[in-house]
């Protein structure tokens, strides 16, 4: 099956950044729960502060994946057989302390999510909280190295988890398959909100990719192709502002190329590494419930979120009401409001071409 990019597309993405640029600190400024936003400038000096100390034990596993399990676009109504949207996966997943068993799924509004891989397990902490995260790679399949690289704390250069060629052997940045390192970051006030996290390990090359494509070949590989293949996460930080939810809904887009992942018959979009009206995630709500969807985007895509049936005050003041926003690479969105409007209704990416491949879901609201 070819792909379902077209060439007319990179004008419209590229119109897509161009607006996307213009407001790249708003962009930013809506992972942030609350309305008052930070002035541009280097982040606050840390205070001192009481917090606790949490642990989290972290692995990245590979396993196989079928991004389109029920083998339909509910939407469109187009059919895949399981070889057509099978590969590979790498994901996160959280367990019991020494990696002794993996956590159960909590999907309560202060929980870690489902915790099935992709995306990972919902990193949380509160203002003057340590997180000492205890990562071990466990990628038997692929055997690369592998790392935990955080958006929106505050860490030392060992404790970064970025690899580059220049300073290769810096700690935590490659960490080898079998081995284990612990990271330590700490919540600011500044850190209130939604973050990714992500693998930012050693360039790779999945075997019998193509080169020139994807999310941009190099010599040594694929940068950033454990993160495409999953090792993706969503961290929050909240303070005593952070309001109570009833309801809280983790919310990762991605994609994967088929130049970048041979065993794909096309390019595909993600929503929590499924793709695809029926397969990707069902949300619920209950009218007269408080609700918060926390919003990452990763890769090389900007996306525009969009809820049919419902309007949030955007943390923009100049936006005022909106019922979509735009949300780029390693931005994030939350978005909250009173639910009351009882209903199937859709979530989707408003990019037609990302819609197209696979970035549609459905919210039930009860009455």
């Given at each position: 099956?070819p ?5 007319v ?12 640029a ?9 992972g942030?729960?609350g309305a008052?936003?930070a ?7 840390p205070?001192h502060r009481k ?5 989290y034990w972290?692995?990245?596993?590979s396993?196989?994946?079928?991004a389109v399990p029920?083998g ?9 057989t ?7 996966a790498?994901?996160?997943r959280?367990?019991?302390p020494?990696?002794?068993r ?10 870690i999510?489902a915790n099935?891989?992709i ?5 949380r902490?509160q ?5 000492k ?7 038997h399949h692929?055997?690369w190295p592998h790392?935990m690289?955080?958006?929106g704390?505050r ?7 970025g690899w580059?060629?220049?300073s ?5 940045t490659a960490v080898?398959y079998?081995?284990?390192?612990t ?8 850190s209130?909100?939604t973050?990714?996290y992500?693998?930012?390990s050693?360039p790779?090359?999945?075997?019998g990719?193509s ?5 941009g070949?190099?010599?040594?590989g694929?940068m950033?192709i454990?993160?495409?293949l999953?090792?993706v996460?969503v961290?929050v930080?909240?303070d005593h502002?952070t309001p109570d ?5 983790a ?9 970048d992942v041979p065993?794909?018959?096309q390019?595909l979009d993600l ?7 029926g397969?990707?995630?069902?949300f ?5 419930e408080?609700v918060r969807?926390?919003i990452?985007?990763?890769g ?5 979120f ?6 949030w005050r ?8 909106v019922d979509?926003q735009?949300v780029?690479?390693?931005t994030?969105l939350?978005?909250?409001y009173?639910e009351?409007?009882?209903?199937d ?5 408003h990019?037609?071409?990302?819609m ?10 009860s009455g």
């Amino acid at each position: 099956m070819p792909s379902h990019r077209s060439a007319v597309l990179p004008s419209r993405r590229g119109l897509i950044r161009g607006i996307a640029a213009g407001s790249a600190t708003a962009l930013v400024s809506a992972g942030t729960t609350g309305a008052a936003q930070a002035a541009p400038g280097p982040a606050p000096a840390p205070a001192h502060r009481k917090g606790r100390v949490r642990e989290y034990w972290i692995a990245a596993e590979s396993f196989p994946h079928n991004a389109v399990p029920n083998g339909r676009d509910e939407m469109s109504g187009a059919t895949f057989t399981a070889a057509q949207t099978s590969f590979t996966a790498l994901g996160f997943r959280a367990y019991t302390p020494g990696w002794g068993r993996p956590l159960p799924a909590d999907l309560g509004p202060h929980g870690i999510g489902a915790n099935t891989g992709i995306p990972g397990p919902v990193i949380r902490a509160q203002v003057g909280d340590t997180l000492k995260v205890h990562f071990r790679n466990d990628d038997h399949h692929y055997r690369w190295p592998h790392s935990m690289h955080p958006h929106g704390v505050r860490y030392t250069p060992d404790n970064d988890g970025g690899w580059v060629a220049a300073s290769p052997d810096t700690p935590g940045t490659a960490v080898p398959y079998g081995g284990t390192y612990t990271y330590t970051w700490t919540a600011e006030p500044s850190s209130v909100g939604t973050w990714p996290y992500h693998d930012h390990s050693v360039p790779q090359t999945v075997p019998g990719a193509s080169s020139g494509g994807g999310m941009g070949a190099m010599g040594g590989g694929t940068m950033e192709i454990g993160a495409q293949l999953g090792l993706v996460g969503v961290l929050v930080v909240t303070d005593h502002h952070t309001p109570d939810v009833d309801r809280e809904f983790a919310l990762v887009f991605h994609d994967l190329y088929a130049n970048d992942v041979p065993s794909l018959a096309q390019d595909l979009d993600l929503f929590n590494g499924y793709a695809f009206l029926g397969n990707t995630p069902t949300f619920h709500a209950r009218a007269g419930e408080r609700v918060r969807w926390r919003i990452v985007a990763l890769g090389k895509e900007f996306h525009v979120f969009h809820l049919h049936g419902h309007r949030w005050r955007s943390g923009l003041g100049y936006q005022g009401w909106v019922d979509s926003q735009i949300v780029g690479p390693s931005t994030s969105l939350t978005v909250e409001y009173t639910e009351d409007n009882p209903g199937d209704w859709l979530y989707h990416c408003h990019v037609v071409d990302h819609m197209m491949g696979g970035m549609v879901g459905r919210y039930t609201v009860s009455g």
